[in-house]
Protein backbone atom coordinates (compact mmCIF):
# COMPACT_ATOMS: atom_id res chain seq x y z
CA UNK A 1 0.00 0.00 0.00
CA UNK A 2 1.31 3.46 -0.92
CA UNK A 3 2.43 5.56 2.02
CA UNK A 4 0.74 8.94 2.25
CA UNK A 5 2.91 12.08 1.96
CA UNK A 6 3.04 13.35 5.39
CA UNK A 7 4.64 16.98 7.04
CA UNK A 8 6.05 15.78 10.20
CA UNK A 9 7.43 18.22 12.43
CA UNK A 10 10.62 17.00 15.45
CA UNK A 11 11.99 18.76 18.28
CA UNK A 12 14.54 16.94 19.99
CA UNK A 13 14.59 17.37 23.63
CA UNK A 14 18.37 18.08 25.43
CA UNK A 15 20.56 15.44 26.80
CA UNK A 16 18.77 14.42 29.91
CA UNK A 17 17.27 11.71 31.85
CA UNK A 18 14.61 12.90 31.85
CA UNK A 19 10.98 11.16 32.21
CA UNK A 20 8.09 11.70 29.20
CA UNK A 21 6.20 14.10 31.43
CA UNK A 22 9.55 16.22 32.43
CA UNK A 23 9.73 18.19 28.71
CA UNK A 24 6.05 19.37 29.10
CA UNK A 25 5.05 22.79 30.22
CA UNK A 26 2.23 21.56 32.07
CA UNK A 27 1.56 17.54 31.97
CA UNK A 28 -1.02 17.45 34.67
CA UNK A 29 -3.86 18.82 32.41
CA UNK A 30 -2.42 16.72 29.23
CA UNK A 31 -4.14 13.03 28.60
CA UNK A 32 -1.24 10.55 27.91
CA UNK A 33 -1.23 7.43 26.16
CA UNK A 34 1.49 5.36 25.93
CA UNK A 35 2.30 3.65 22.65
CA UNK A 36 2.41 -0.34 22.48
CA UNK A 37 5.59 -2.26 22.47
CA UNK A 38 4.52 -4.37 19.54
CA UNK A 39 5.16 -0.83 17.74
CA UNK A 40 9.03 -1.50 18.17
CA UNK A 41 9.69 2.24 19.76
CA UNK A 42 9.31 3.44 23.20
CA UNK A 43 6.90 6.52 23.12
CA UNK A 44 3.86 8.48 24.52
CA UNK A 45 1.60 10.42 23.47
CA UNK A 46 0.36 13.76 25.59
CA UNK A 47 -3.05 15.40 24.08
CA UNK A 48 -4.66 19.01 25.54
CA UNK A 49 -8.84 18.92 25.25
CA UNK A 50 -10.14 20.77 22.00
CA UNK A 51 -10.88 24.48 22.88
CA UNK A 52 -13.45 26.04 21.38
CA UNK A 53 -13.59 29.63 20.63
CA UNK A 54 -16.07 31.91 19.24
CA UNK A 55 -13.65 33.69 16.71
CA UNK A 56 -13.25 37.92 17.14
CA UNK A 57 -14.67 38.17 13.69
CA UNK A 58 -18.29 36.84 14.34
CA UNK A 59 -18.65 38.61 17.14
CA UNK A 60 -17.87 42.10 15.17
CA UNK A 61 -20.53 40.79 12.82
CA UNK A 62 -22.82 40.57 15.18
CA UNK A 63 -23.30 44.27 16.01
CA UNK A 64 -24.84 45.17 12.32
CA UNK A 65 -26.10 41.23 11.69
CA UNK A 66 -27.48 40.41 15.39
CA UNK A 67 -29.42 37.33 14.26
CA UNK A 68 -26.57 35.35 13.46
CA UNK A 69 -26.10 32.04 15.17
CA UNK A 70 -22.98 31.61 17.58
CA UNK A 71 -22.53 28.26 16.13
CA UNK A 72 -19.26 29.25 14.26
CA UNK A 73 -16.34 28.18 16.62
CA UNK A 74 -12.46 28.29 16.14
CA UNK A 75 -11.02 24.90 17.60
CA UNK A 76 -7.57 24.52 18.37
CA UNK A 77 -5.97 20.85 19.16
CA UNK A 78 -2.76 20.25 20.34
CA UNK A 79 -0.63 16.78 20.66
CA UNK A 80 2.80 15.72 21.10
CA UNK A 81 3.88 12.51 20.43
CA UNK A 82 7.48 12.10 22.32
CA UNK A 83 10.00 8.86 21.51
CA UNK A 84 12.93 7.88 22.34
CA UNK A 85 15.66 7.14 20.20
CA UNK A 86 18.89 5.86 21.41
CA UNK A 87 20.02 8.46 24.67
CA UNK A 88 17.61 10.80 23.09
CA UNK A 89 14.45 12.25 23.24
CA UNK A 90 12.74 13.57 20.34
CA UNK A 91 9.19 15.08 20.10
CA UNK A 92 6.81 15.30 17.31
CA UNK A 93 4.25 17.61 17.60
CA UNK A 94 0.49 17.92 15.90
CA UNK A 95 -1.65 20.89 15.77
CA UNK A 96 -0.35 23.62 18.37
CA UNK A 97 1.60 21.23 19.87
CA UNK A 98 4.90 22.84 20.25
CA UNK A 99 3.20 25.18 22.70
CA UNK A 100 2.97 21.80 24.86
CA UNK A 101 6.89 21.44 25.28
CA UNK A 102 8.85 23.44 28.13
CA UNK A 103 10.57 26.24 25.37
CA UNK A 104 14.05 25.54 27.71
CA UNK A 105 14.08 21.94 27.58
CA UNK A 106 14.30 21.37 23.17
CA UNK A 107 17.55 22.02 21.65
CA UNK A 108 17.72 25.16 19.16
CA UNK A 109 19.12 24.73 15.53
CA UNK A 110 18.43 20.81 15.97
CA UNK A 111 16.35 21.32 12.55
CA UNK A 112 19.08 23.67 10.95
CA UNK A 113 22.08 21.78 11.68
CA UNK A 114 20.05 18.39 10.61
CA UNK A 115 18.87 20.42 7.39
CA UNK A 116 22.78 21.24 6.54
CA UNK A 117 23.76 17.59 7.01
CA UNK A 118 21.15 16.28 4.63
CA UNK A 119 19.88 19.18 2.11
CA UNK A 120 21.85 18.82 -1.25
CA UNK A 121 23.98 22.41 -1.48
CA UNK A 122 22.82 22.15 -4.88
CA UNK A 123 19.08 22.42 -4.17
CA UNK A 124 18.24 24.92 -1.83
CA UNK A 125 14.70 26.83 -2.02
CA UNK A 126 14.89 29.09 0.68
CA UNK A 127 16.93 30.46 3.49
CA UNK A 128 16.45 32.57 6.48
CA UNK A 129 18.55 35.16 7.43
CA UNK A 130 19.51 37.48 10.40
CA UNK A 131 22.55 40.25 9.48
CA UNK A 132 24.00 41.83 12.63
CA UNK A 133 24.13 45.85 11.79
CA UNK A 134 22.90 48.59 14.34
CA UNK A 135 19.85 46.57 13.80
CA UNK A 136 19.63 43.40 13.40
CA UNK A 137 17.58 42.11 10.12
CA UNK A 138 15.94 39.39 8.98
CA UNK A 139 15.04 38.19 6.09
CA UNK A 140 13.88 35.59 3.96
CA UNK A 141 15.24 34.39 0.29
CA UNK A 142 13.68 32.19 -1.95
CA UNK A 143 14.60 30.94 -5.22
CA UNK A 144 12.15 29.57 -8.08
CA UNK A 145 13.78 26.38 -8.60
CA UNK A 146 16.71 24.70 -6.29
CA UNK A 147 20.03 26.33 -6.11
CA UNK A 148 23.49 26.58 -4.77
CA UNK A 149 24.34 28.70 -1.28
CA UNK A 150 25.92 31.59 -3.47
CA UNK A 151 22.90 32.23 -5.53
CA UNK A 152 21.17 33.76 -2.38
CA UNK A 153 24.04 36.47 -1.85
CA UNK A 154 24.72 35.20 1.50
CA UNK A 155 27.67 37.73 3.61
CA UNK A 156 29.03 34.85 5.38
CA UNK A 157 31.08 37.20 7.86
CA UNK A 158 28.02 38.68 9.39
CA UNK A 159 25.02 36.73 8.40
CA UNK A 160 23.33 34.50 10.80
CA UNK A 161 21.50 31.22 9.34
CA UNK A 162 18.61 30.69 10.91
CA UNK A 163 16.37 28.49 8.68
CA UNK A 164 16.67 26.94 5.59
CA UNK A 165 14.86 24.48 2.85
CA UNK A 166 15.86 22.14 -0.01
CA UNK A 167 15.94 18.86 -1.30
CA UNK A 168 18.06 16.20 0.28
CA UNK A 169 20.77 14.47 -1.21
CA UNK A 170 19.26 10.95 -0.28
CA UNK A 171 15.39 10.51 -2.18
CA UNK A 172 14.73 7.95 0.83
CA UNK A 173 15.48 10.83 3.85
CA UNK A 174 12.35 13.54 2.74
CA UNK A 175 11.67 14.68 -0.22
CA UNK A 176 11.79 18.25 1.28
CA UNK A 177 13.88 19.87 4.44
CA UNK A 178 13.51 22.46 6.48
CA UNK A 179 15.29 22.99 9.39
CA UNK A 180 15.77 25.88 12.29
CA UNK A 181 14.76 25.08 15.68
CA UNK A 182 12.69 22.28 14.64
CA UNK A 183 13.14 19.61 11.67
CA UNK A 184 10.05 19.72 8.92
CA UNK A 185 9.66 16.49 6.85
CA UNK A 186 7.93 16.15 3.69
CA UNK A 187 7.95 12.28 3.57
CA UNK A 188 5.92 9.23 2.19
CA UNK A 189 5.29 7.90 5.81
CA UNK A 190 3.22 5.47 8.47
CA UNK A 191 2.76 5.38 12.14
CA UNK A 192 5.41 2.23 12.45
CA UNK A 193 7.93 4.66 10.21
CA UNK A 194 8.70 6.62 13.04
CA UNK A 195 10.82 4.89 15.29
CA UNK A 196 13.46 4.28 12.49
CA UNK A 197 13.11 7.47 11.09
CA UNK A 198 13.99 9.50 15.06
CA UNK A 199 17.03 7.42 14.65
CA UNK A 200 17.69 8.52 11.18
CA UNK A 201 17.55 11.99 11.83
CA UNK A 202 19.35 11.86 15.29
CA UNK A 203 22.42 10.33 13.48
CA UNK A 204 22.16 13.20 11.13
CA UNK A 205 21.72 15.77 13.70
CA UNK A 206 25.57 14.45 15.03
CA UNK A 207 27.43 14.20 11.61
CA UNK A 208 29.41 16.85 11.01
CA UNK A 209 29.27 16.46 7.44
CA UNK A 210 27.67 20.13 6.66
CA UNK A 211 30.91 21.87 7.19
CA UNK A 212 31.93 20.44 3.96
CA UNK A 213 29.81 23.65 2.29
CA UNK A 214 28.31 25.22 5.06
CA UNK A 215 31.30 25.69 7.84
CA UNK A 216 30.85 29.39 8.27
CA UNK A 217 27.54 29.06 9.96
CA UNK A 218 29.79 28.36 13.40
CA UNK A 219 31.70 31.51 12.79
CA UNK A 220 28.60 33.45 13.88
CA UNK A 221 25.67 32.00 16.52
CA UNK A 222 22.69 34.00 18.18
CA UNK A 223 22.72 32.67 21.77
CA UNK A 224 19.00 31.55 22.73
CA UNK A 225 19.67 28.92 25.49
CA UNK A 226 18.39 30.17 28.36
CA UNK A 227 20.55 28.49 30.83
CA UNK A 228 23.94 30.00 28.56
CA UNK A 229 22.64 33.15 29.18
CA UNK A 230 22.65 33.55 32.52
CA UNK A 231 25.65 31.87 33.03
CA UNK A 232 27.07 35.03 30.32
CA UNK A 233 25.00 37.89 31.88
CA UNK A 234 26.27 36.72 35.75
CA UNK A 235 29.78 36.52 34.09
CA UNK A 236 28.99 40.47 33.00
CA UNK A 237 27.69 41.38 36.31
CA UNK A 238 30.47 39.97 38.17
CA UNK A 239 33.04 42.22 35.83
CA UNK A 240 31.03 45.61 36.45
CA UNK A 241 31.25 44.71 40.36
CA UNK A 242 34.74 43.85 40.03
CA UNK A 243 35.35 47.60 38.72
CA UNK A 244 36.70 46.21 35.05
CA UNK A 245 35.09 48.95 32.71
CA UNK A 246 37.47 48.51 29.88
CA UNK A 247 35.56 45.76 28.94
CA UNK A 248 32.06 47.35 28.94
CA UNK A 249 31.04 50.11 26.45
CA UNK A 250 27.64 51.71 25.73
CA UNK A 251 25.84 51.73 22.20
CA UNK A 252 22.45 52.94 21.43
CA UNK A 253 20.88 49.23 19.97
CA UNK A 254 19.60 51.66 17.02
CA UNK A 255 20.62 54.22 14.58
CA UNK A 256 20.10 57.94 15.79
CA UNK A 257 20.53 61.27 14.67
CA UNK A 258 23.13 62.64 16.33
CA UNK A 259 22.50 66.42 15.46
CA UNK A 260 19.31 66.13 17.39
CA UNK A 261 20.60 64.92 20.74
CA UNK A 262 21.41 66.98 23.24
CA UNK A 263 22.00 64.66 25.65
CA UNK A 264 21.88 61.48 28.18
CA UNK A 265 20.33 60.58 31.52
CA UNK A 266 19.77 57.29 33.40
CA UNK A 267 16.60 56.16 35.24
CA UNK A 268 18.97 55.30 37.95
CA UNK A 269 20.31 59.04 38.53
CA UNK A 270 18.60 61.00 40.39
CA UNK A 271 18.24 64.52 39.04
CA UNK A 272 17.09 62.66 35.53
CA UNK A 273 17.50 66.06 34.11
CA UNK A 274 21.38 65.72 34.49
CA UNK A 275 22.58 65.25 31.11
CA UNK A 276 26.22 63.68 29.58
CA UNK A 277 27.03 64.38 26.29
CA UNK A 278 27.57 61.14 25.79
CA UNK A 279 26.59 57.60 26.51
CA UNK A 280 29.09 56.04 28.71
CA UNK A 281 29.22 52.95 31.24
CA UNK A 282 31.08 54.95 33.67
CA UNK A 283 28.33 57.56 33.99
CA UNK A 284 25.92 55.07 34.51
CA UNK A 285 27.75 53.09 36.87
CA UNK A 286 28.66 56.31 39.32
CA UNK A 287 24.62 56.62 39.52
CA UNK A 288 24.01 53.31 40.75
CA UNK A 289 23.45 53.46 44.53
CA UNK A 290 24.57 49.78 45.35
CA UNK A 291 26.78 48.00 43.27
CA UNK A 292 27.33 44.73 44.69
CA UNK A 293 23.21 44.80 44.36
CA UNK A 294 23.26 44.97 40.63
CA UNK A 295 22.08 41.95 38.38
CA UNK A 296 21.12 41.81 35.14
CA UNK A 297 17.24 42.02 35.82
CA UNK A 298 17.95 45.23 37.38
CA UNK A 299 19.72 46.50 34.17
CA UNK A 300 17.07 45.18 31.80
CA UNK A 301 15.25 47.74 33.96
CA UNK A 302 16.68 50.44 34.35
CA UNK A 303 16.28 52.77 31.42
CA UNK A 304 18.55 55.48 29.05
CA UNK A 305 17.06 58.53 28.86
CA UNK A 306 17.54 60.97 25.92
CA UNK A 307 16.52 64.26 25.38
CA UNK A 308 16.54 65.47 21.66
CA UNK A 309 16.21 69.16 20.91
CA UNK A 310 13.03 70.71 21.17
CA UNK A 311 11.94 68.51 23.53
CA UNK A 312 11.63 69.82 27.12
CA UNK A 313 13.33 66.81 29.10
CA UNK A 314 14.89 63.73 28.52
CA UNK A 315 12.37 61.01 27.97
CA UNK A 316 12.93 57.27 28.42
CA UNK A 317 14.13 55.25 25.08
CA UNK A 318 16.12 52.04 25.89
CA UNK A 319 17.14 49.86 28.42
CA UNK A 320 20.63 49.71 30.22
CA UNK A 321 20.74 46.13 29.27
CA UNK A 322 19.73 46.46 25.58
CA UNK A 323 23.03 49.26 25.38
CA UNK A 324 25.42 47.47 26.87
CA UNK A 325 28.63 45.94 24.71
CA UNK A 326 30.10 42.89 26.82
CA UNK A 327 32.87 40.41 25.53
CA UNK A 328 33.39 37.47 27.67
CA UNK A 329 35.23 34.32 26.91
CA UNK A 330 33.46 30.56 27.93
CA UNK A 331 33.46 27.15 27.36
CA UNK A 332 36.46 28.20 24.67
CA UNK A 333 34.51 30.90 22.84
CA UNK A 334 34.53 34.57 22.22
CA UNK A 335 30.64 35.88 23.61
CA UNK A 336 29.75 39.31 22.84
CA UNK A 337 26.61 40.81 24.01
CA UNK A 338 25.42 43.63 21.96
CA UNK A 339 21.91 45.21 20.96
CA UNK A 340 20.29 43.25 24.10
CA UNK A 341 21.59 40.01 22.32
CA UNK A 342 23.95 37.12 23.16
CA UNK A 343 26.28 36.21 20.01
CA UNK A 344 29.09 33.39 20.28
CA UNK A 345 32.14 33.92 17.94
CA UNK A 346 34.10 30.83 17.16
CA UNK A 347 37.56 31.23 18.44
CA UNK A 348 39.08 31.18 15.25
CA UNK A 349 37.04 33.21 13.33
CA UNK A 350 37.29 35.58 16.47
CA UNK A 351 41.02 35.66 15.78
CA UNK A 352 41.01 36.29 12.10
CA UNK A 353 38.77 39.09 12.80
CA UNK A 354 41.46 40.51 15.06
CA UNK A 355 44.32 39.62 12.93
CA UNK A 356 43.21 41.33 10.38
CA UNK A 357 42.18 44.71 11.92
CA UNK A 358 45.42 44.64 13.74
CA UNK A 359 47.50 44.75 10.51
CA UNK A 360 46.12 47.51 8.90
CA UNK A 361 48.06 50.64 8.66
CA UNK A 362 47.68 53.71 11.11
CA UNK A 363 47.44 56.14 8.30
CA UNK A 364 49.79 59.06 8.03
CA UNK A 365 47.13 61.45 8.21
CA UNK A 366 47.91 64.99 10.68
CA UNK A 367 44.50 66.55 12.14
CA UNK A 368 43.85 67.85 15.42
CA UNK A 369 42.14 66.61 18.67
CA UNK A 370 38.45 66.80 19.32
CA UNK A 371 37.05 68.46 22.19
CA UNK A 372 35.03 66.21 24.67
CA UNK A 373 31.27 66.50 23.61
CA UNK A 374 31.69 67.99 19.93
CA UNK A 375 29.84 67.09 17.55
CA UNK A 376 31.29 65.86 14.41
CA UNK A 377 30.29 68.33 12.28
CA UNK A 378 31.83 71.05 14.33
CA UNK A 379 35.23 69.17 14.47
CA UNK A 380 35.48 68.73 10.50
CA UNK A 381 34.96 71.92 10.07
CA UNK A 382 37.85 72.77 12.65
CA UNK A 383 39.95 70.06 10.96
CA UNK A 384 39.40 71.83 7.70
CA UNK A 385 40.67 75.01 8.95
CA UNK A 386 43.41 73.73 10.56
CA UNK A 387 45.55 73.22 7.33
CA UNK A 388 44.97 74.63 4.19
CA UNK A 389 45.27 71.11 1.80
CA UNK A 390 42.45 70.14 4.29
CA UNK A 391 39.07 70.71 2.25
CA UNK A 392 35.70 69.88 4.35
CA UNK A 393 33.28 68.00 1.78
CA UNK A 394 31.01 66.69 5.76
CA UNK A 395 27.12 67.00 4.11
CA UNK A 396 28.40 67.88 0.38
CA UNK A 397 26.34 65.41 -1.39
CA UNK A 398 27.43 63.86 -4.93
CA UNK A 399 25.30 62.28 -7.37
CA UNK A 400 26.14 58.38 -7.34
CA UNK A 401 24.54 55.78 -9.81
CA UNK A 402 22.98 52.53 -8.71
CA UNK A 403 20.22 52.86 -6.88
CA UNK A 404 22.00 54.30 -3.93
CA UNK A 405 21.10 58.51 -4.74
CA UNK A 406 22.95 61.64 -4.03
CA UNK A 407 25.64 60.78 -1.38
CA UNK A 408 28.64 62.16 0.68
CA UNK A 409 32.12 61.62 -0.94
CA UNK A 410 33.83 61.81 2.31
CA UNK A 411 33.97 64.31 5.54
CA UNK A 412 37.45 65.36 4.77
CA UNK A 413 39.81 65.22 1.23
CA UNK A 414 43.50 65.91 1.47
CA UNK A 415 45.98 67.33 -0.61
CA UNK A 416 47.68 63.41 -0.25
CA UNK A 417 44.39 61.74 -1.78
CA UNK A 418 42.94 60.78 0.98
CA UNK A 419 39.46 59.94 1.26
CA UNK A 420 38.65 60.73 5.49
CA UNK A 421 35.58 59.45 7.15
CA UNK A 422 34.74 60.54 10.42
CA UNK A 423 32.81 59.01 13.16
CA UNK A 424 32.54 59.71 16.74
CA UNK A 425 34.10 56.93 19.35
CA UNK A 426 32.72 53.82 19.25
CA UNK A 427 31.03 53.95 23.21
CA UNK A 428 28.23 55.74 21.02
CA UNK A 429 28.15 53.91 17.59
CA UNK A 430 29.02 50.21 16.15
CA UNK A 431 30.62 52.37 13.34
CA UNK A 432 29.05 50.05 10.67
CA UNK A 433 27.28 53.20 8.79
CA UNK A 434 30.92 55.04 8.68
CA UNK A 435 32.39 51.82 6.86
CA UNK A 436 29.76 51.40 4.12
CA UNK A 437 30.29 55.11 3.84
CA UNK A 438 33.71 54.89 2.93
CA UNK A 439 33.15 51.01 0.78
CA UNK A 440 30.09 52.99 -0.97
CA UNK A 441 32.20 56.09 -1.50
CA UNK A 442 34.80 54.28 -3.26
CA UNK A 443 33.48 52.73 -5.74
CA UNK A 444 31.02 55.62 -6.96
CA UNK A 445 34.46 57.19 -7.33
CA UNK A 446 35.68 54.33 -9.16
CA UNK A 447 32.55 53.71 -11.53
CA UNK A 448 30.71 56.83 -12.19
CA UNK A 449 31.96 59.76 -13.98
CA UNK A 450 29.06 62.30 -12.99
CA UNK A 451 29.88 61.68 -9.05
CA UNK A 452 33.81 62.92 -9.87
CA UNK A 453 32.24 65.65 -11.13
CA UNK A 454 30.14 66.68 -8.76
CA UNK A 455 33.12 65.87 -6.33
CA UNK A 456 35.58 68.59 -8.63
CA UNK A 457 32.57 70.87 -8.42
CA UNK A 458 32.59 70.99 -3.95
CA UNK A 459 36.25 71.25 -4.26
CA UNK A 460 36.31 74.07 -6.68
CA UNK A 461 33.08 76.15 -5.47
CA UNK A 462 34.97 75.49 -1.81
CA UNK A 463 37.62 77.37 -3.90
CA UNK A 464 40.40 74.75 -3.00
CA UNK A 465 42.76 73.93 -5.90
CA UNK A 466 42.69 70.01 -5.09
CA UNK A 467 40.10 69.68 -7.25
CA UNK A 468 42.78 69.40 -10.12
CA UNK A 469 43.52 65.42 -7.97
CA UNK A 470 39.79 64.41 -8.99
CA UNK A 471 40.47 63.41 -12.72
CA UNK A 472 37.34 63.02 -14.89
CA UNK A 473 38.19 59.57 -16.51
CA UNK A 474 38.48 56.69 -14.25
CA UNK A 475 41.26 56.64 -11.88
CA UNK A 476 43.37 54.63 -10.42
CA UNK A 477 42.36 53.40 -7.09
CA UNK A 478 46.09 52.29 -5.46
CA UNK A 479 46.75 56.64 -6.03
CA UNK A 480 43.86 57.32 -3.15
CA UNK A 481 43.41 55.87 0.55
CA UNK A 482 40.20 55.73 2.40
CA UNK A 483 40.79 56.14 5.91
CA UNK A 484 38.57 55.66 8.66
CA UNK A 485 39.38 57.97 11.27
CA UNK A 486 37.46 57.66 14.95
CA UNK A 487 37.09 59.71 17.46
CA UNK A 488 37.93 57.45 20.75
CA UNK A 489 39.94 59.45 22.87
CA UNK A 490 43.06 57.83 21.62
CA UNK A 491 45.94 58.36 19.50
CA UNK A 492 47.09 55.12 16.90
CA UNK A 493 45.56 51.94 16.32
CA UNK A 494 41.82 51.93 16.84
CA UNK A 495 40.96 49.04 15.55
CA UNK A 496 42.48 46.53 18.50
CA UNK A 497 39.81 48.59 20.68
CA UNK A 498 36.90 48.32 18.72
CA UNK A 499 33.94 46.24 19.82
CA UNK A 500 33.59 42.96 17.76
CA UNK A 501 31.10 43.87 15.65
CA UNK A 502 33.01 47.29 14.91
CA UNK A 503 35.80 45.13 14.18
CA UNK A 504 34.33 42.32 11.84
CA UNK A 505 32.43 45.76 9.44
CA UNK A 506 35.49 47.23 9.43
CA UNK A 507 36.79 44.03 8.16
CA UNK A 508 34.87 43.54 5.93
CA UNK A 509 34.81 47.15 4.48
CA UNK A 510 38.77 47.20 4.76
CA UNK A 511 38.57 43.62 2.39
CA UNK A 512 35.97 45.20 0.30
CA UNK A 513 38.10 48.31 -0.59
CA UNK A 514 41.45 46.41 -0.97
CA UNK A 515 40.07 44.32 -3.67
CA UNK A 516 38.95 47.65 -5.44
CA UNK A 517 42.79 48.29 -4.96
CA UNK A 518 42.16 51.51 -2.37
CA UNK A 519 45.24 51.87 0.06
CA UNK A 520 43.24 51.78 3.60
CA UNK A 521 44.30 53.43 6.87
CA UNK A 522 42.40 53.60 10.01
CA UNK A 523 42.99 56.86 12.50
CA UNK A 524 42.20 57.77 16.18
CA UNK A 525 41.29 61.01 16.96
CA UNK A 526 42.22 61.75 21.21
CA UNK A 527 40.49 64.50 22.70
CA UNK A 528 41.94 67.19 24.08
CA UNK A 529 41.08 66.22 27.55
CA UNK A 530 38.08 64.93 29.56
CA UNK A 531 35.80 67.27 32.05
CA UNK A 532 35.61 65.39 35.72
CA UNK A 533 31.61 63.90 35.90
CA UNK A 534 30.55 66.95 37.78
CA UNK A 535 32.09 69.65 36.61
CA UNK A 536 30.53 72.09 33.69
CA UNK A 537 32.91 72.18 30.28
CA UNK A 538 34.11 75.80 30.75
CA UNK A 539 35.05 76.90 27.34
CA UNK A 540 37.25 79.85 28.80
CA UNK A 541 39.38 76.58 30.37
CA UNK A 542 40.19 74.83 26.58
CA UNK A 543 43.76 75.06 25.90
CA UNK A 544 45.31 77.37 24.10
CA UNK A 545 44.54 76.71 20.01
CA UNK A 546 41.75 74.38 20.29
CA UNK A 547 38.49 76.19 20.06
CA UNK A 548 36.39 73.04 18.94
CA UNK A 549 33.69 73.97 21.87
CA UNK A 550 30.24 74.46 20.39
CA UNK A 551 27.93 76.35 21.10
CA UNK A 552 24.98 74.53 20.41
CA UNK A 553 26.09 71.68 22.75
CA UNK A 554 26.54 74.04 25.68
CA UNK A 555 27.99 72.84 29.07
CA UNK A 556 28.35 68.97 29.27
CA UNK A 557 26.23 68.89 31.97
CA UNK A 558 23.14 70.47 32.86
CA UNK A 559 23.04 71.72 37.00
CA UNK A 560 19.63 71.57 38.38
Keep these: MKKRVRQINFYLMKRSDREFGDVLKNPSVLHREDVSAEWGFEAALFLRDPKARIPWWLKFLQTAFPDIEPRFKNVSNAAVLLVRAGSRMLAITFGYGKYLLDPDCYESDFGLKVALNTINPERLRSVDVRTIEELTLQTRKQASRGSSVETFGLDVTSDLLRGVTGEPRDADFAKRVTGADALVLILPAAFGDLGKKCEEILRAYESDSYKEHFSWIDHLRGVRDANVIQVLDTQMVQSIRDGDSDSLHMAPPEPVDWEQVEGFSYSTRRGHQVLDADMDFDEFFDTVQDPHALSSVGLRKARVLVKLTGMDRAVPRWSVYSCLVFETDYNGSL ?6 RWFCVERDFAGEVQ ?11 EIPRSQVGEWESDYNKRAANSRPDIVLM ?30 RKYRSSTLSHLFAQGTVSAEAFLRDENFRSDARSILTTAGSELAGLIPAERPLAGDFEVVFAIITGKAGHVGKSLPFFSKLHLM ?33 ALPAGDVGYSETIGPLRTQQ
Aim: charged share 20%; net charge positive; with cysteine.
Design 394 to 423: DRQLARCGGGHGPIEVCDLFTSERQFVHVK
Design 335 to 340: YVLSGG
Design 508 to 540: QAARRLQLLGYKVGVYGIPFVGRAKPESVLDPA
Design 355 to 365: DFVGALPVSRL
